[in-house]
């Protein structure tokens, strides 16, 4: 039997991290290559919905999942003022950036995998290169992401959703009694969390934000954010934000770059094995990703305008408050 062929990963984030080790566990040569290194903060809201019990056992996540805080209450303010409060149909699950993805780091390069960091390696598309290098930056997004971290700031409930103009933010506890502010503004104006908040007429927010210890290790942004439909496969093998970015509102992001690298793992397995052709291989990931995400991506996309403006947000509350929007079938949709 000639020997499995090698599988490279460009990014190392949640799905290159994650697909890395479940190709470990069936013995195959993995390297990813990370622009950056570990461990360290990124732009995210820290707060998984829905992750299957079936993508977690692929990708062994018990491991590196361990310690994340379970949560369900959530309130909506809009602005400053609760909307509506509602619980989850399951529980959600809250870890930091910093801590998860040098778990991940930790577990794939334990198993044997090749992990290179500071490695700016090109895209170039060849047989065994998947790429789970993040979003595909857009420069005429109006959007940008910004996080933090803050200590001594008391929640509502388990995730806190504030809803401005042209902008909403999440705040969620992580571990160590830690408070993850994420949020998605307006690329104009303001560079800190308060001055975005106030921008976007979270005055109260802002206020707390500035009252409470920030870490301000913990601070990042990220901008070209581009919430438009996935475009078809041109590079090696999207996964991940790659393929297609849902609008951080639904919780989902997360948990669509763990099940995006749970589609591919078969598929590329049998190719490591020699049991398949390169391009057999990616066709089929790039269908099943269709399959299995298109309509939760388009859900997320003609939503996600409904939730940052004022005036269209009115009729969404309004629809939910007379029960003509409920929210269980509208979180499935997404989910």
Sequence with gaps: MKPPRPVEIIGGGLAGLSLGIALRHRGLPVTIREAGHYPRHRVCGEFITALDKDTQQALHLAGPLRGARAARGVVWYEPDRPS???????????LSRYR????????????????VTGDRTDATPRAGRVLTCGRRPATSSPWMGLKQHFRGLPLADDLELHLGRNAYVGLTMVENDTVNVCG????????????????????????????????????????????????????????GDAAGLIPPFTGHGMTVAWQSAAVAL??????SRGAAAW?????????????????????????HPWILRPARRRWFRLLHQSGLLPFQPLYRLLH
């Design 184 to 239: 998605l503004f307006s690329r104009q104006g303001g560079r800190t969390l308060p001055e975005k908040c106030r921008q976007a007429g979270l005055i109260d927010l802002a206020g707390r934000l500035e009252e409470a210890e920030a870490d301000e290790d913990s601070f990042c942004a990220v901008a070209g954010l581009d919430y438009g439909a996935p475009r078809r496969r041109r590079d090696p093998v999207p996964l």
């Design 84 to 94: 509506f409060r509602l619980q989850l149909p399951e529980p959600a699950l809250c």
């Design 279 to 303: 391009e057999a291989a990616a066709s089929r990931i790039e269908y099943d990703l269709r399959r299995r995400f298109r309509w939760r991506l388009w859900a997320g996309r003609v939503i």
């Design 266 to 271: 078969p598929h590329i397995d049998l190719w």
């Design 100 to 115: 998860l993805d040098a778990a991940l780091a930790s577990e794939f390069t334990g198993l044997g995998g090749e992990l």
